[in-house]
């Protein structure tokens, strides 16, 4: 105990020493636990929404544009995902933009989406219970969306701009009528930001003239984005998928969708790991240079106190405890400025559509045992980069440390 | 030669050789020491006769080739370093030429070092030990902020912390005006009179005079000193 406020009590002192050390540790936790706060938080809000209710359940299948000979989600594909063994449900899922302005909305781009009822969003404002499932030319709309306040709509029968192709490479504006039934909260954002609900008739409806065709050409021909396919028991979940893939379909559980994080946020995961290997590395080289430097300076201050009748080990206890403190003290700056990093990359991820489905709206700060890891495992690295110096230093004979008398 | 068992202090046949540029220098070639609690020993010789090297070894910062040394009847030869150190802390109180505070802490702080650095009765025995140097009110003040004179009164404090049944000094005055000398000589004449015993090792007239016993080093070995005037002798 003494010895350790030995150490605090030199590492105040000397703090001009100290402090460059400090701030590399400051700087690398601090990034540290940015990304570590983001990407956990992240896995926690995937792994929350698997956990809902169907969520579980189910597994999506994909229009694959892109992969020859895959077959479209038409109602003929609905038929045979629905024919499949353990399938109970299958809901077909569609978005397509819409517009709306008014005198006091300055206008919002909206995509009306299909409602899947195994993850519906959380209602804050509705005309009358069970909103789920809606009715033909019903929506539900974010409470705000793009600055705009959109719960004034609430009740209200409103005029919709959608899209008509009229030939090929050639839009023209069209309006529709639709009924604002419920608001969700406008921080759920699990089928992208700015998504809102419709009824499905409706979304096709729109869907299909923004194809250019007829609703029923467009469930025939052109088909859905997605469909989920609901299973009875999640423990058949992967043996359906394993059916919808060999039938021709794209397909993914969705506990893999909601696990396969957006680019941007693997990314942010990635450099959270890389970085704490980086922080052993530096906070050990860190450690390892300026005990030696100190050491070596302050060789007169341990004939001293070897003359005063220090042992070696409470010489190396000193020179190791300064490093300790600096450890402790970096890791709890670091944190500092780790939260307000996580609070700064939440503000910027919110803004990118791909990731902002999977910030959570608290400031995401890590668990006390994550952090307490990171603590204790930033003083263990310093302290272990002190520990060779420092021996070097307190096995030095008193004679040879004070030359000069 | 004093051979008295009591002797706190009791340095005997030690012989050191240093290897320097391949050459052999026998500094200590079987040099006699035995201090008497309560008196004050000058060690006086010209510079490189060894009076430091003989200090060091009294003082078990350095180790002799041949010889033995005794603190309070106890043979240190088979002493662990570990052992070595904390007979320091218990049994010895140094005091440098330069002072050798550390001068990151307080005064109080640097007098309380040899209880390693911390607990409250440490603290209220240097600021008892300070208060006794004279410089009470200066116990919150670091070394750079005191005299010369100042700064080896705290060093002085610093070796009686423990207390210790001898102080070694190696050259205490001799960076100090002869107003700071008289008030260092005064208070190791005090230490002595506690009942332990003082090696002061000296280039100055003053200190020698004030000493109980004079001693000189020469061609490696010690010899009671009889050629001071004032009728200096071995014991006075
Ligand atoms: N570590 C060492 N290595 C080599 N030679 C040494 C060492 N320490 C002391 N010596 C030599 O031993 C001799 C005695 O040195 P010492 O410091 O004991 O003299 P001293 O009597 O204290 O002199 P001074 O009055 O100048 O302080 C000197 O010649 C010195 O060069
Ligand atoms: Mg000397």
Request: aromatic content about 4%; charged content about 20%.
């Amino acid at each position: 105990m003494s010895i350790l406020a030995l150490s605090a009590a030199n590492v105040r002192s000397m703090w001009r020493r100290f402090v460059g050390l400090t701030a590399l540790l400051t700087v690398t936790v601090g990034v540290c636990v940015t990304a570590l706060a983001v990407s956990a938080s992240a896995d926690r809000a995937a792994h929350d929404r698997v956990q809902e209710g169907a969520a579980n359940r189910t597994v999506t299948v994909e229009r694959a544009f892109d992969r020859p000979g895959a077959q479209p989600l038409t109602d003929a594909a609905l038929r045979t995902l629905k024919g499949l063994p353990h399938v109970t449900a299958v809901e077909p899922r569609a978005q397509v933009s819409f517009g709306y302005k008014d005198a006091t909305v300055m206008g919002v781009l909206l995509y009306a989406t299909t409602v899947r009822s195994s993850v519906t969003p959380p209602i804050v404002g509705q005309t009358r219970p069970d909103l789920f499932p809606l009715r033909t030319g019903e929506v539900v709309l974010p409470a705000t969306s793009q600055g705009s306040d959109l719960s004034t709509l609430l009740g209200r029968k409103i005029t919709v701009d959608i899209t008509r192709l009229v030939s090929s490479g050639q839009g023209t504006g069209a309006q529709d009528g639709v009924t604002v039934v419920g608001l969700f909260d406008p921080g759920w954002q699990v089928d992208g930001a700015d998504a809102a609900y419709a009824d499905n008739d409706t979304v096709v409806e729109w869907s299909a003239a923004r194809a250019g065709v007829t609703a029923a050409q467009f469930t025939a021909n052109v088909g859905y984005d997605k469909v989920s396919v609901i299973v009875d028991e999640a423990r058949n979940v992967d043996a359906t998928l394993q059916l919808v893939q060999s039938a021709g379909f794209v397909g993914s559980t969705l506990q893999q969708e909601l696990s396969a994080l957006p680019g941007v946020l693997a990314m942010i995961r990635t450099t959270g790991t890389l970085l704490l290997a980086v922080l052993g590395l530096v906070a050990l080289v860190g450690a390892i240079v300026v005990t030696g430097a100190l050491t070596r300076q302050r060789i007169r201050e341990i004939g001293i106190l070897k003359a005063v009748g220090f042992r070696s080990a409470a010489v190396l206890a000193m020179f190791v405890g300064e490093m300790a403190v600096v450890g402790v003290l970096g890791a709890a700056a670091g944190a500092l400025v780790g939260a307000a990093g996580a609070a700064a990359a939440v503000t910027v991820l919110r803004g990118l559509p791909e990731a902002a489905a999977y910030v959570p709206d608290a400031l995401p700060l890590p668990d006390t045992t994550t952090f307490g890891g990171l603590l204790l495992l930033t003083v263990l690295i310093t302290v272990a980069g002190a520990l060779l110096p420092a021996l070097r230093a307190a096995r030095l004979a008193p004679s040879d440390a004070i030359k000069e008398w | 030669m004093n051979t008295n068992t009591d002797s706190p202090l009791q340095v005997r046949d030690v012989h050191k050789s240093f290897a320097l540029h391949g050459e052999r220098i026998d500094v200590l070639r079987g040099a006699d020491l035995s201090l008497a609690a309560g008196k004050v020993t000058a060690l006086v010789g010209r510079s490189g006769s060894g009076k430091t090297t003989l200090l060091q070894i009294a003082g078990l910062l350095a180790g002799a080739d041949r010889g033995s040394v005794r603190i309070s009847g106890r043979d240190v030869h088979e002493l662990s370093d570990n052992r070595r150190a904390d007979l320091r802390r218990r049994s010895l109180g140094f005091v440098f030429q330069a002072f050798n505070l550390l001068p990151q802490h307080t005064a109080a702080k640097n007098v309380a070092l040899p209880h390693l650095g911390g607990g409250r009765d440490a603290a209220r025995r240097a600021h008892e030990l300070l208060g006794r140097v004279g410089l009470g009110a200066r116990a919150g003040h670091r070394p750079g902020e005191l005299s010369a004179g100042e700064q080896q009164r705290v060093a002085v404090a610093r070796a009686l912390v423990n207390d210790p049944v001898v102080v070694l000094a190696d050259e205490p005055t001799g960076n100090l005006d002869a107003d700071s000398e008289a008030a260092v000589l005064a208070l190791f004449r005090e230490i002595a009179r506690d009942g332990r015993g003082v090696l002061l090792v000296t280039h100055s007239e003053a200190v020698c005079r004030s000493a109980d016993v004079v001693i000189r080093m020469s061609d490696g070995v010690t010899v009671p000193d009889v050629l001071l005037d004032s009728g200096a002798g071995v014991q006075r």
